[in-house]
């Protein structure tokens, strides 16, 4: 790599504003670092670290990926939450070996249920036929103040017989409509081509096929 290509990816680098649970992995071609010290002696390797250690980072590959190098990296702010990186040969023709490791997330947070009521089994005959039967005393020495209790006495047992006649039920967030960090546009593009092309029948195992004009 020319140095003006070191500069410009060592900007970029600098540029990029790192947030929790941030993973950045690549072949770097660094090959002189000391990834367990920190140290090396080329100057653009040098400042590779100290964005590294300047962010909060660590990397976490400590075995050589091709040859005698470790020249592809994992480095993270999760390290805790990261298994030791297992390094393997390539299963396709490639110099570099492979690097596998697992992300243990936490789990996710309970769902939150809700208490609403179920309008499918609603018995509204019963409210209708007790408010058609309802009655209290009035007195007819006070028939304003009688006529506020009246109603009030009704909107109670109103709202008590709708509790009796709708029954409750649980209800939980759909997550359907929620599409998972992964979904980026372009799987999204891709999904509804195949998904169009399935409608039609025009869609084999392993691909799509165009449609015949």
Same mark, same amino acid.
């Given at each position: ?5 070191? %500069?410009?990816?060592?900007? !970029? @680098?600098? *540029?990029?504003?790192?947030?929790? *649970?941030?993973?950045?992995?690549? &072949? ?5 670092? &000391? ?6 002696? *080329? ?15 660590? +990397? ?11 020249? &592809? ?10 298994? /030791?990186?297992?390094? !393997?040969?390539? @299963?396709? =023709? ?10 243990? /997330? ?7 249920? /809700? ?60 997550? %359907? ?10 799987? %999204? ?5 195949? =998904?169009?092309?399935?409608? $039609?029948?025009?869609?084999?195992? =392993? $691909?799509?096929?165009?449609? +015949?004009?």
């Amino acid at each position: 790599m020319s140095q003006d290509a070191h %500069s410009a990816f060592l900007e !970029t @680098l600098e *540029n990029i504003k790192v947030l929790p *649970n941030t993973i950045i992995l690549g &072949d770097f071609n660094y090959p002189g670092i &000391d990834w367990v010290n920190y140290q090396c002696s *080329n100057s653009y390797a040098q400042r590779f670290i100290e964005f590294i250690n300047s962010n909060a980072l660590e +990397q976490l590959v400590c075995s050589p990926t091709r040859g005698d190098n470790i020249l &592809d990296l994992i480095i993270t702010n999760m390290g805790a939450h990261c298994t /030791t990186p297992i390094i !393997t040969p390539s @299963l396709v =023709r490639s110099n570099h070996k492979l690097i596998t490791l697992d992300i243990l /997330t936490p789990p996710p947070p309970p769902v939150k249920e /809700t208490i609403v009521k179920n309008l499918s089994k609603a018995n509204f005959k019963l409210p209708a036929s007790e408010v058609e039967s309802f009655t209290i005393p009035l007195q007819k020495d006070n028939d304003i103040q009688d006529a506020e209790s009246y109603t009030k006495a009704l909107y109670i047992h109103l709202q008590d017989c709708m509790n009796r006649a709708i029954p409750n039920k649980t209800k939980t967030p759909s997550s %359907s409509k929620k599409k998972p960090v992964w979904w980026t546009p372009a799987i %999204s593009k891709l999904y509804n081509k195949r =998904r169009k092309h399935t409608k $039609k029948g025009q869609i084999s195992s =392993r $691909k799509i096929i165009p449609d +015949q004009h």
